[in-house]
């Protein structure tokens, strides 16, 4: 069974960094997907960032894209979503999730059904 803990989530003002993190443990670290998703209150969930972590590449949603990074740190289990440039519309609470297999092309990493969730981190962003 995988398990997903977040942490890195915080308060910072517009303009400012958080760096986001995933461990992975209760199975196997490469040949999975691994996803950051967020949801605001009062908004559906959307994708952010998603990574193979078999291989490295890696899907980022257009609203972040050039602010926003996901990387994979294969020694410590761990996914890092490294947000730069922080705006107010980013704070939302962030959540980790996984599947088995490839994460898909571009806005289709978001359809997936992801089984394994984390906890969430909140991440707030004032202006």
């Known amino acids: 069974q995988m398990k997903l803990v977040e942490s890195g989530g915080g308060s910072v003002q517009a303009g400012g960094s958080l760096r986001l993190s995933c461990i992975v443990s209760?199975?196997?670290?490469?040949?999975?997907?691994i996803a950051w998703f967020r949801q605001a209150a009062g908004k559906e969930r959307e994708g952010v960032a998603a990574?193979?972590?078999?291989?490295?590449?890696?899907v980022v949603t257009d609203s972040v894209m050039g602010r926003f990074t996901i990387s994979q740190d294969n020694a410590k289990n761990t996914v890092i979503l490294q947000m730069n440039s922080l705006k107010p519309e980013d704070t939302a609470m962030y959540y980790c999730a996984a599947k088995q297999g490839f994460c898909g092309y571009g806005s289709s990493a978001w359809s997936y059904r992801y089984n394994y969730w984390g906890q969430g981190t909140q991440v707030t962003v004032s202006s």
């Open positions: 990574i193979n972590t078999g291989g490295g590449s890696a």
């Open positions: 209760g199975y196997r670290f490469n040949g999975n997907c």
